[in-house]
DNA sequence: TTGTGTTTTATTGCCTCC
DNA sequence: GGAGGCAATAAAACACAA
């Protein structure tokens, strides 16, 4: 009667206790085998565990265990490596959002001064038409026939281009100081909610 | 030499699958 | 219910600074 899984394994454990109680490290050799087969398959078939350990001079308990604690020392050195590879990914972003954060504070000052100039600009138009309705009443006076009405909004035509530019520019400043409220920085707490495993990191 | 930290081998207990 | 996997942990072996 062929000896069944269990009677091998406590076979197995017998042995391994009667024969030395001494726990003595593989050697080079069983080490370079068990690697080069771990590569090619982590979770080998209990058969091949048993060729391997007879091959090695091992218990086939052993093998198992040895690839039982291959299996978690090579997960926990790929989890170690996605992540820092997060990390490096986080910095990046970090250092993104800086420079993005720089050229909304640039952008932000020279909006400033466009509406300075813009509301200079505006006082001066209006002094100017001022003077000229005072000018044109008195040519009424005297010519009316070659009077045009004047339309206060004439002007707004002129800065019709520069003005939505300048609109168009706080919109862009009002969504990035959005984007500032939402994405705080200073915080990583938000790398703890990813549960992204994949270690297929683009960059 | 020795204290301490790290790595490796082995055990235990629980879970899933057939 | 047995087989095998995994996580957590123990314990031996090893490395190394002081």
Redesign the pocket.
């Known amino acids: 009667m062929a000896p069944?899984?269990?009677?091998i394994?406590t076979q197995s454990?017998m042995s391994?206790?009667c024969n030395d109680n001494?726990?003595?490290?593989?050697n080079d050799e069983?080490?370079k085998s068990?690697e080069n087969m771990f590569e090619t398959e982590?979770?080998?078939?209990?058969r091949t565990k048993q060729q391997l350990a007879k091959r090695l001079g091992?218990?086939p308990?052993?093998v198992?265990?040895?690839?039982?604690?291959?299996?978690?020392?090579s997960?926990s050195k790929q989890l170690e490596l996605e992540y820092r590879m997060l990390q490096i990914s986080y910095d990046n972003l970090g250092s993104k959002y800086e420079l993005l954060k720089k050229e909304h504070e640039s952008l932000l000052i020279q909006l400033q001064r466009l509406r300075k100039l813009m509301e200079k600009d505006e006082n001066e138009e209006i002094e100017k038409d001022v003077i000229k309705s005072e000018t044109e009443v008195k040519q009424d006076d005297f010519a009316p026939e070659f009077g045009l009405p004047l339309c206060e909004d004439s002007r707004g035509i002129d800065y019709l281009g520069p003005e939505s530019d300048i609109l168009d520019m706080a919109q862009i400043a009002d969504g990035l100081s959005e984007i500032e409220n939402e994405y705080n920085f200073e915080s990583r707490t938000f790398l703890h909610d990813t549960g992204c495993t994949s270690p297929l990191w683009e960059f």
């Not at 001494?22 to 593989?26: D, G, K, P, Y």
């Not at 982590?42 to 209990?46: A, F, K």
């Not at 198992?64 to 020392?73: D, L, P, S």
């Open positions: 069944t899984n269990s009677d394994w454990i391994s206790k001494m726990r003595r490290r593989f069983q080490i068990l982590s979770r080998p078939e209990l091992l218990q308990r052993q198992a265990i040895w690839f039982q604690n291959k299996r978690a020392r997960k």
